[in-house]
């Protein structure tokens, strides 16, 4: 993909605000309404999306050598490579988020996503897409493939958000790079013969 650390880091911030933006417009009923993710209400999503993490592990010294995960794509091939495996870990990550957001209110969530965060990102220096973090599961991974990560959470969630209670969708960038991340999933050969209807092998969803 044709993109460097710093348009990355600007589309995420771009994101992050209209997040903010759309909880300054909800009530406190569409606050806590339940979403198309079966234990989530919109309330838990943003606090799945906050970013303090991610902000804290880019803040971490880079690491040596080659990264272990080079792409988006072969990330979301890891988390979903088990079924069981996978849905036993979103279960136990909704929980946890469900018990983190009884302590969390609107206003910090929206001071965070609007001001903290994008402030803490834009003081990051000396990045680029080939810059090798180390991740909790993965070992290490390339910061490119971080960040297209992170740009396709923060894209898929906010259409739940949009599907849940309306609003604007993501801009026209988030999306591409989504789709992007998503078409290369499946084997290639596999995922053509699909889309292009020379097959019904079932190669949709790709992420959980």
């Given at each position: 993909m044709a993109s460097d650390f710093d348009q990355d880091r600007d589309l995420l911030i771009r994101l992050w605000r209209s997040w903010?933006?759309?909880?300054?417009?909800?009530?406190?009923?569409?606050?806590?309404?339940?979403?198309?993710?079966?234990?989530?209400t919109v309330r838990d999503l943003y606090v799945h999306v906050t970013p303090d993490v991610m902000i804290a592990m880019l803040a971490q010294p880079a690491v040596d050598g080659v990264a272990e995960v080079?792409?988006?794509?072969?990330?979301?091939?890891?988390?979903?490579?088990?079924?069981?495996?996978?849905?036993t870990l979103h279960a136990q990550l909704a929980e946890l988020v469900r018990e983190a957001a009884v302590d969390v209110s609107r206003e910090s969530l929206i001071e965070r996503f609007?001001?903290?965060?994008?402030?803490?990102?834009?003081?990051?220096?000396?990045?680029?897409?080939?810059?090798?973090?180390?991740?909790?599961?993965l070992g290490s991974v390339a910061l490119g493939a971080f960040m297209d990560m992170a740009i396709l959470e923060a894209t898929v969630h906010l259409l739940d958000v949009v599907d849940a209670v309306g609003g604007s969708a993501p801009e026209s960038e988030a999306l591409e790079r989504t789709r992007d991340v998503l078409a290369a999933v499946p084997d290639p050969r596999a995922f053509i013969e699909a889309a292009s209807g020379r097959s019904k092998a079932q190669v949709l969803p790709v992420m959980r």
């Amino acid at each position: 993909m044709a993109s460097d650390f710093d348009q990355d880091r600007d589309l995420l911030i771009r994101l992050w605000r209209s997040w903010a933006k759309r909880a300054r417009e909800l009530t406190d009923e569409q606050w806590m309404t339940e979403t198309r993710l079966p234990g989530w209400t919109v309330r838990d999503l943003y606090v799945h999306v906050t970013p303090d993490v991610m902000i804290a592990m880019l803040a971490q010294p880079a690491v040596d050598g080659v990264a272990e995960v080079t792409s988006a794509a072969e990330m979301l091939r890891v988390f979903n490579a088990e079924t069981v495996a996978a849905e036993t870990l979103h279960a136990q990550l909704a929980e946890l988020v469900r018990e983190a957001a009884v302590d969390v209110s609107r206003e910090s969530l929206i001071e965070r996503f609007d001001v903290e965060l994008p402030d803490a990102f834009e003081r990051l220096t000396g990045l680029s897409r080939d810059t090798v973090i180390a991740h909790p599961i993965l070992g290490s991974v390339a910061l490119g493939a971080f960040m297209d990560m992170a740009i396709l959470e923060a894209t898929v969630h906010l259409l739940d958000v949009v599907d849940a209670v309306g609003g604007s969708a993501p801009e026209s960038e988030a999306l591409e790079r989504t789709r992007d991340v998503l078409a290369a999933v499946p084997d290639p050969r596999a995922f053509i013969e699909a889309a292009s209807g020379r097959s019904k092998a079932q190669v949709l969803p790709v992420m959980r």
